[in-house]
């Protein structure tokens, strides 16, 4: 049986990483990709997913576009970390046209395709949660019909690496993490800031992942050159959690979706999102003793089997 996957993302490299996991995976049937503002702009984000599905050879796989900007405030981006086009700023010249990108919007594609798939689609979000919030929006059946629902995003610690407290893809649009967390009332899987620091690989590992003699091994060694600086730097080793290494957060999401069996420590908790507090606004709370009075909980991932991660990670250049 194939598992069906929908995937969110804010084309960045790191979901670039997670796009080609999937791809990689035997078991996996991607049902599209649906683009949203938050590494770079929307229009950036559809032409880097292209990208990646061409690098692929998969652009047979719908790409729709999403939301420019947060549900309320202004648009941020990850351009320090991510590049200026989100991917590295490497040139493609070869680089797919936007006349690819489907003409439905990704809100109307997300409601189509689950209705289509009544309990058989895997949702995973890499990205600001704005498709997603307007999605619920439009259609409040919608979570009911998901299989279940992962996201990377959020944290625990309140370690922020956008703000003193929050983490970027909640923070890039708070109120839509706030509706999917307080209206998705399906299973709910969460890969936090602090988890994916925590489960990180090393620099040692990423050198030979990159060295792999393929394609798709020098398409990815091409745009993560910038992230790889960026990693090294003096932000970000403040920002990582746990010392340095190379975290591909949006991985950790996927590769869960793509097999339950990866996730071998989580705990269990109502959780929901900081709306209003000056340095706490995107922070996501964790309610460990019943202060919500929320009869649903997510299973926020503590600990992933590491070996079966670096395989599915290889996979995905080979």
């Not at 439905?104 to 704005?130: C, F, H, K, Q, Y």
């Given at each position: 049986m194939r598992r069906k996957l929908l995937v969110d993302v804010d084309c960045g490299v790191d979901d670039a990483q997670a796009i080609m996991?999937?791809?990689?995976?035997?078991?996996?049937?991607?049902?599209?990709?649906?683009?949203?503002?938050?590494n770079t702009t929307v229009e950036n984000v559809c032409r880097?997913?292209?990208?990646?599905l061409q690098a692929c050879s998969k652009l047979e796989i719908p790409v729709f576009?999403?939301?420019?900007?947060?549900?309320?405030?202004?648009?941020?981006?990850a351009g320090h970390f991510h590049g200026e086009d989100g991917l590295g700023d490497a040139p493609d010249p070869n680089a797919p046209g936007l006349d690819l990108v489907q003409k439905e919007g990704a809100v109307s594609a997300m409601i189509r395709i689950v209705n289509e798939n009544p309990g058989e689609v895997s949702l995973v979000a890499t990205a600001p949660l704005t498709n997603l919030a307007l999605a619920v929006k439009m259609d409040p059946s919608l979570p009911s019909k998901l299989?279940?629902?992962?996201?990377?995003?959020?944290?625990?610690?309140?370690?922020g690496n956008t703000t003193v407290c929050g983490e970027f893809n909640f923070t890039a649009d708070p109120e839509a993490a706030y509706i999917v967390l307080n209206d998705y009332q399906c299973p709910t899987y969460l890969a936090c800031w602090e988890f994916t620091c925590y489960s990180k690989l090393s620099w040692e590992f990423c050198d030979a992942w990159l060295a792999q003699d393929t394609d798709k091994a020098r398409?990815?060694?091409r745009?993560?050159?910038?992230?790889i600086e960026a990693s090294h730097g003096e932000r970000l080793q403040k920002e990582f959690v746990g010392g340095t290494g190379f975290v591909s957060c949006d991985s950790y999401a996927m590769a869960a979706a793509v097999d339950d069996s990866l996730v071998v420590e989580s705990d269990r908790y109502p959780v929901s999102v900081e709306l209003t507090g000056t340095h706490t606004r995107g922070m996501m709370i964790v309610d460990t003793v019943g202060f919500l009075k929320k009869a649903h909980t997510a299973t926020i991932m503590k600990?992933?089997?590491m070996e079966k991660f670096k395989r599915m990670m290889t996979a995905a250049l080979q």
């Amino acid at each position: 049986m194939r598992r069906k996957l929908l995937v969110d993302v804010d084309c960045g490299v790191d979901d670039a990483q997670a796009i080609m996991l999937a791809l990689a995976a035997p078991s996996v049937e991607l049902l599209g990709i649906t683009c949203v503002h938050g590494n770079t702009t929307v229009e950036n984000v559809c032409r880097n997913t292209l990208r990646v599905l061409q690098a692929c050879s998969k652009l047979e796989i719908p790409v729709f576009k999403g939301a420019s900007k947060p549900i309320l405030g202004v648009c941020i981006n990850a351009g320090h970390f991510h590049g200026e086009d989100g991917l590295g700023d490497a040139p493609d010249p070869n680089a797919p046209g936007l006349d690819l990108v489907q003409k439905e919007g990704a809100v109307s594609a997300m409601i189509r395709i689950v209705n289509e798939n009544p309990g058989e689609v895997s949702l995973v979000a890499t990205a600001p949660l704005t498709n997603l919030a307007l999605a619920v929006k439009m259609d409040p059946s919608l979570p009911s019909k998901l299989r279940g629902l992962y996201i990377m995003g959020g944290n625990t610690e309140s370690r922020g690496n956008t703000t003193v407290c929050g983490e970027f893809n909640f923070t890039a649009d708070p109120e839509a993490a706030y509706i999917v967390l307080n209206d998705y009332q399906c299973p709910t899987y969460l890969a936090c800031w602090e988890f994916t620091c925590y489960s990180k690989l090393s620099w040692e590992f990423c050198d030979a992942w990159l060295a792999q003699d393929t394609d798709k091994a020098r398409f990815m060694a091409r745009i993560f050159r910038h992230s790889i600086e960026a990693s090294h730097g003096e932000r970000l080793q403040k920002e990582f959690v746990g010392g340095t290494g190379f975290v591909s957060c949006d991985s950790y999401a996927m590769a869960a979706a793509v097999d339950d069996s990866l996730v071998v420590e989580s705990d269990r908790y109502p959780v929901s999102v900081e709306l209003t507090g000056t340095h706490t606004r995107g922070m996501m709370i964790v309610d460990t003793v019943g202060f919500l009075k929320k009869a649903h909980t997510a299973t926020i991932m503590k600990k992933v089997d590491m070996e079966k991660f670096k395989r599915m990670m290889t996979a995905a250049l080979q």
